[in-house]
Antibody, heavy 117, light 110 residues
Framework: QVQLVESGGGLVKPGGSLRLSCAAS????????MSWIRQGPGKGLECVSY????????YYADSVKGRFTISRDNAKNSLYLQMNSLRAEDTAVYYC??????????WGQGTLVNVSS | QSVLTQPPSASGTPGQRVTISCSGS????????VNWYQQLPGAAPKLLIY???QRPSGVPDRFSGSKSDTSASLAISGLQSEDEADYYC???????????FGGGTKLTVL
């Protein structure tokens, strides 16, 4: 079955960096756009980034532009999110999802990123 | 502040029909289809409705979606206790060239 498994979350100090990974299985990864969506504590959903099948088309939300970098390795069926210059407001559960919003399906279980001193 | 506007809460009794609204603009709902996601407590969101009114396999036909102009609605008939969850609408936004979400509606089954 289609499965997405995120990893790499944790506690990091403001200004620090973290790299999230998403391992995909059960479908042809290279055929799909992929996205990272986050949910702050008690808050709604925000798509922070998506990447096209080849990696040539990339979107970033204004809130993360210049600080986050999305990438993918189709040979390894993996999606990544490099997060630099982290701020307290980046604290959230980060979900990996298939698609770029038309629609997002399925979603991974999420990984928690906590930015705190 | 979310791009799409949803009521923060909704409620109903078992067996009742409830609707959740989602309001947008010409750059998102007005020009694109709407998706709805259900997030059960402690779980990841799950696709509930896509292309404004289509149900993925496995979603009960108690759930239905509609869209008109710059607004959309999710209807749940025959409300059940397991429907208690947060519901989010989403659509593509042509101005942002990216997907946008509503703020979510917390549905309580009384």
């Amino acid at each position: 079955q289609v499965q997405l498994v995120e990893s790499g979350g944790g506690l990091v100090k403001p200004g620090g960096s973290l790299r999230l990974s998403c391992a995909a299985s059960g479908f042809t990864f290279s055929d799909y756009y992929m996205s990272w969506i986050r949910q702050g504590p008690g808050k709604g959903l925000e798509c922070v980034s998506y990447i096209s099948t080849s990696g040539h088309t990339i979107y970033y939300a204004d809130s993360v532009k210049g600080r986050f970098t999305i990438s993918r390795d189709n040979a390894k069926n993996s999606l990544y999110l490099q997060m630099n210059s982290l701020r307290a407001e980046d604290t959230a559960v980060y979900y990996c999802a298939r698609g770029e919003g038309s629609p997002f399906d399925p979603w991974g279980q999420g990984t928690l990123v906590n930015v705190s001193s | 502040q979310s791009v799409l506007t949803q009521p923060p809460s909704a409620s109903g009794t078992p067996g009742q029909r409830v609707t959740i609204s989602c309001s947008g603009s010409s750059s998102n709902i007005g020009d694109n289809t709407v998706n709805w996601y259900q997030q059960l407590p402690g779980a990841a969101p799950k696709l509930l409705i896509y292309l404004s009114n289509q149900r993925p396999s496995g979603v009960p036909d108690r759930f239905s979606g509609s869209k008109s102009d710059t607004s959309a609605s999710l209807a749940i008939s025959g409300l059940q206790s397991e429907d208690e969850a947060d519901y989010y609408c989403a659509a593509w936004d042509d101005s942002l060239n990216g997907p946008v979400f509503g703020g979510g509606t917390k549905l309580t089954v009384l």
